[in-house]
Structures are given as C-alpha cells and as structure tokens.
C-alpha cells in the first residue's frame, strides 16, 4: 500500500532519513518510534508530500506520490497531531465537518457522516456544538481522530496523537483506537516515542536511529524475540519476556490438561489422579466449570472433595494476556493458572514451566 523506496531527507548537512525502504501493507498500523531526531515526523511526513524526499520515491497503491497533484493525494490521507491541531474557531462538528466541506459535501450527508464519526470515536453527540476549549484533552484526540477519517481516507498519519494527555487517558485512548481500528483497517503511519506504546498500538515496528536509519522493521513479537542488534535491544528495554507475555493471550496457548476431578470424587482417588499428573493440586471441575482448587497432601481422612475445604480456583479466561497468567501463577499458592473459555467452561492448567518453554 505504501512503499517508501531508498528514500533519503536532507535538510542542509542533517540527514533526517537516510535511504529508507519499508513498505506498510494494506489494513496495517505501522509505528515510527525512536529517540528524538531520528527522523519519524519527516518520514511521516514524505508519504501526504508535506515534505518531499530528496532522494528515493514513495509509491502509494503502487504509484509515485510525487506524479500526483498534492490535493488530490492528501484528499485519500488523513492526518493527525497531537490536540493543537484542532481549529480553535471551529464547533467540535465543524472541525469533523472540514475536509467533507471542501469536498462539497451536501449538509445533510455532512451531518450523518459527523453524527456517525461521533458515535464512532466516543463522543456524545450533544459535544458537537462546544468549541476545542471547552473539551478534556481526551475529547480533544477524539476529534482530532473523527476529522481525520471523516472522508474515509484509506490512509491515516498519526503523529504522536496522544502525545498530549495524561497515562490514564492514553491508555484508554490507545485501547479505542485498537477497537477503532478492528472496524474500519485503515492503512495507518503512527509516530511515537513511547515504546510500550508502539508495542500495543503497531502491526510493524520500525525502530529508528539518529541520523534516520532504519534499524529493525518487524513485527513486536519478533522484535521483542530476535532484536537485530543492541541498539534495538536497548531501545526495547528491560523486560522483553513480559512484553512478550503481554502480546499474547491465554487462548494463544494450548494449556496442559491438569489434574482434576468433581465434587463427588472421593479424596483416595483424586490422590491418584493427581499422582498421574505428577501435582499434589486438584482443580474441582463440576459442570465443565471450575469450582475450586484443593491440595491432597492437606487432606485428612477419607470423604468426598464437595466436602473439603477447598480454596477459590486461580482462574485466567482466554482473553487475559500470557503475562496476566505469569502474574496469577507466581502470586497463588498452587503456582498454576486455571484456564477457562470465554464461557468460563475448564480447558486446562498453565505453569510457569510451560510460559518459560514458549518463550524460549
Ligand atoms: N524543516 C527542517 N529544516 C531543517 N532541519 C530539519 C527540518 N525538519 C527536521 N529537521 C531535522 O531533521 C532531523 C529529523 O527530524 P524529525 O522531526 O523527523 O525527527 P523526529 O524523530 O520526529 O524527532 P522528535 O521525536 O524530536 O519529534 C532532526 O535533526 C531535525 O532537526
């Protein structure tokens, strides 16, 4: 969708991108990131011509964004910055309504398409007529968000767009962007510096270098796996394992069966059971669904485990990430992680013997 080929950025003596080639695949969110300088706003900025390469081409659909005439590429890009970017002057409506009124929209297809970006981005509707002031940070970036898609665009640049609010609201921002972007897969060039941020946010990572070198250009999962060199090894920080633990999901890894039994089973033969399974833990599965978790060793007498005093299963659902597992096997007592469906149905046990293995 976008190919950046051998594109060189001279300012003067700097070089702010040197001989780049990279391509962003259709539906893709990929992520600049790298320390200040290194060049991520100028590229950014080579693809809807803002700048212009000094050396290289940028193809997009296949043909040089350079054969086009400006107006007509930047009608199929939409651009984002952080929240200065709103017209202060304008109703929130209006800042969503800009490009379709250069476009000679009529009013009313104006006002469907506002009232549906809205919805789309979060924005209760009776917003529309407060002005950039008078909105939170958040809001803010949300408009910035809806004016950008507004003439549904199949590109988005995105400039350190939440760059401006606080963690908690960025947080939130990233996580409907994600929901956002499920829905509507635009081809998206996103600028941060925050690499826990592109970890979340980016299909692909490019990982830039001062003096516009492109370092390593992958996927998270394999960035964070098989880090090209150590500069890229340090720019991802401490903690690749979790990270990598973050990106994925319990219901990525097939768990092991466990140990288990039912209520009604009688403590002698869940002592067997377990011993099969080389564990002295029993998860009590009653209806597909774990009830409990009890230990056999702390058993006294005979009877059935309904009767025992079991503890609450340490249960992750398939949804939770690998590393929400990690944190529930170190933090019980059983060491393990019951694993459940999304309808809480028993699938099986994971272990921190079993993360480990899948890391490696
Ligand atoms: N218009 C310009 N004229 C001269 N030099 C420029 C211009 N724009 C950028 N540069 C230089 O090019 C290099 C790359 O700048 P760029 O803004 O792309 O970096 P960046 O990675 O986005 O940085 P930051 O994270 O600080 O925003 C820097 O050395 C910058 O000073």
Redesign the pocket.
């Known amino acids: 969708m976008i190919t950046f080929d051998s594109v060189s950025?001279q300012?003067?003596s700097?070089?702010?991108?040197r001989d780049l080639s990279m391509d962003v695949a259709e539906g893709e969110v990929a992520v600049?990131v790298?320390?200040?300088?290194?060049?991520?706003?100028?590229?950014?900025?080579l693809v809807n011509r803002m700048?212009e390469p000094t050396a290289g081409r940028i193809l997009i659909d296949g043909s040089d964004a350079m054969s086009q005439p400006t107006h007509e590429l930047r009608r199929g890009i939409g651009y984002v910055i952080q929240q200065t970017g709103l017209f202060q002057h304008r109703t929130v409506a209006g800042n969503i309504a800009t490009v379709p009124q250069l476009l000679g929209w009529d009013k009313d297809r104006i006002a469907a398409r506002v009232d549906e970006l809205m919805d789309l981005v979060g924005l209760e509707r009776e917003m529309a007529q407060r002005y950039p002031h008078q909105l939170s940070g958040g809001q803010r970036q949300r408009v910035g968000v809806a004016r950008a898609l507004a003439a549904d665009p199949a590109i988005m640049l995105m400039?350190?767009p939440f760059g401006a609010v606080d963690p908690i609201v960025r947080e939130r921002l990233q996580d409907e962007f994600r929901r956002l972007q499920a829905e509507v897969r635009k081809t998206i060039v996103f600028?941060t510096?925050d690499i826990d941020e592109a970890i979340k946010m980016g299909d692909r990572i490019a990982i830039?270098n001062?003096g516009?070198v492109l370092e390593q250009y992958d996927t998270p999962e394999r960035l964070l796996a098989e880090p090209a060199n150590s500069f890229v090894a340090d720019f991802l920080g401490e903690e690749r394992g979790l990270k990598r633990l973050a990106l994925r999901t319990v219901g990525d890894l097939p768990p092991e069966p466990g140990a288990t039994a039912s209520p009604g089973t009688g403590v002698d033969e869940a002592r067997h059971v377990a011993a099969t399974a080389g564990t002295d833990w029993v998860v009590i599965v009653d209806d597909e669904r774990p009830h409990g978790i009890v230990r056999l060793s702390e058993l006294n007498g005979a009877g059935t485990l309904g009767a025992a005093p079991t503890g609450r299963a340490p249960t992750v659902s398939a949804a939770d990430s690998l590393r929400r597992a990690l944190e529930t096997i170190m933090t019980n007592e059983a060491g393990l992680a019951v694993c459940t469906d999304g309808d809480g149905r028993y699938r099986g046990v994971l272990t921190a013997e079993r993360l480990r293995r899948e890391l490696r």
């Open positions: 950025k300012y003067g700097t070089v702010a991108v600049l790298g320390p200040s300088g290194c060049g991520k706003t100028t590229t950014l900025r700048v400039d350190e600028v510096h830039f001062v516009g």
